[in-house]
């Protein structure tokens, strides 16, 4: 059967009823099969011709100076800018220092790693900058067993957060919301709510937890009940103005912490129809939270960016100390006019 150049590990896995895992496992290891399971991968692969790429393989005959970067289909935060900020942040810190970003569209994990796989295989790129890390995340593991350079704009989430030996840049969440909710208790707010997304997002869960911590560090109200005093929704405007009138209505809320300026802009417009005043603060700090007048936490990106291109390609002089591979970064709390000024009254 003639080769088909566009077989991937995906469509293998697809063609013989299993895991990309297994296809890797039959590949490299596949003593670990039931020898069934191995004969029905092997079948797929001669079917379809597949020809796995081997990336060390490509790096160790030349590579270009390239860093792969994929982008989702839909960021994650929402309200513009914060993505496009990031990237152009990192071309430039790969611009000045000789390299380039090669952007790939991927719909999904798996075609993100297949697109790696390719371009991997044509020496296109010599190592990857990762976003949008989530739990359950099947790329590091690919490309740790591959033996692809990397670094993640994000951590490792839930278990596999856990003995995690890949380098990694990511804004630590949990820090700028407890900011948040310690500027609003010091205009004398006692009843603060959170506004955040469905349960299981990696980011959203660390927004909440600095919330969780704030309020029960400062004995504010929610602490005796914090569940009751978090609305869940999807990062939309419509939906987040619904989860917010909900805590001001039921819990009286005076103010409310929002996991992203998205949500927030829906937590504005419930604010707006309330007797009360109610203040709001965002997360990301976009451009719409600027022109809107809206207090928000600011991601430092420049500096992510710069973090992640130096540890992708281990700046350092020979002989020194490694610096660290983890690096966590604090956002920064810019103070607008949607917390005002005065102190709220009961």
Not at 303 to 322: H, K
Request: aromatic residues 4%; charged residues 20%; proline residues 5%.
């Amino acid at each position: 059967m003639p080769v088909d150049s566009r077989a991937t590990l995906s469509t293998v896995a697809h063609r013989a009823g299993v895991s990309r895992q297994t296809v890797s496992n039959a590949m490299n290891s596949p003593e670990m099969l039931r020898p069934e399971t191995l004969a029905r991968v092997q079948q797929a692969i001669a079917e379809l011709g597949y020809r796995p790429s081997r990336a060390a393989k490509a790096l160790r005959t030349g590579a270009a100076r390239a860093i792969g970067l994929a982008l989702p289909p839909k960021a994650e935060t929402g309200a513009g800018g914060v993505g496009d900020r990031f990237l152009h942040a990192v071309a430039t810190a790969a611009r000045n220092r000789g390299y380039r970003i090669l952007l790939l569209a991927a719909s999904s994990d798996d075609d993100e790693l297949d697109q790696y796989e390719e371009v991997l295989a044509a020496r296109e790129i010599e190592s990857v900058l990762l976003t949008g890390t989530h739990h359950g995340d099947p790329r590091t593991a690919w490309l740790s067993r591959e033996g692809v350079s990397f670094v993640t704009f994000g951590r490792p989430w839930g278990a596999q957060e856990e003995g995690t030996t890949h380098a990694w840049v990511d804004v630590d969440g949990a820090a700028g919301t407890d900011v948040a909710v310690t500027h609003l208790a010091a205009l004398g707010h006692t009843r603060i709510g959170f506004v955040g997304w469905p349960a299981g997002s990696g980011v959203g869960d660390d927004r909440r937890a600095g919330w969780l911590r704030a309020v029960h560090r400062l004995r504010l109200a929610p602490a005796e009940q914090p569940s009751a005093w978090v609305a869940r929704t999807d990062n939309d405007v419509r939906d987040a103005r619904s989860a917010a009138a909900t805590l001001i209505a039921e819990r009286s809320a005076t103010a409310v912490v929002c996991v992203s300026d998205t949500v927030a802009l829906g937590a504005l417009r419930a604010a707006s129809e309330h007797p009360h005043t109610v203040a709001v603060a965002g997360f990301d700090d976009t451009p719409v939270a600027a022109a809107v007048g809206l207090t928000s936490l600011a991601q430092p990106l420049e500096v992510a960016a710069e973090s992640a291109v130096a540890l992708l390609l281990d700046e350092r002089p020979a002989g020194t100390t490694p610096p660290p591979t983890h690096i966590l970064l604090d956002p920064d709390l810019q103070v607008r006019e949607s917390t005002g000024s005065r102190v709220a009254t009961a």
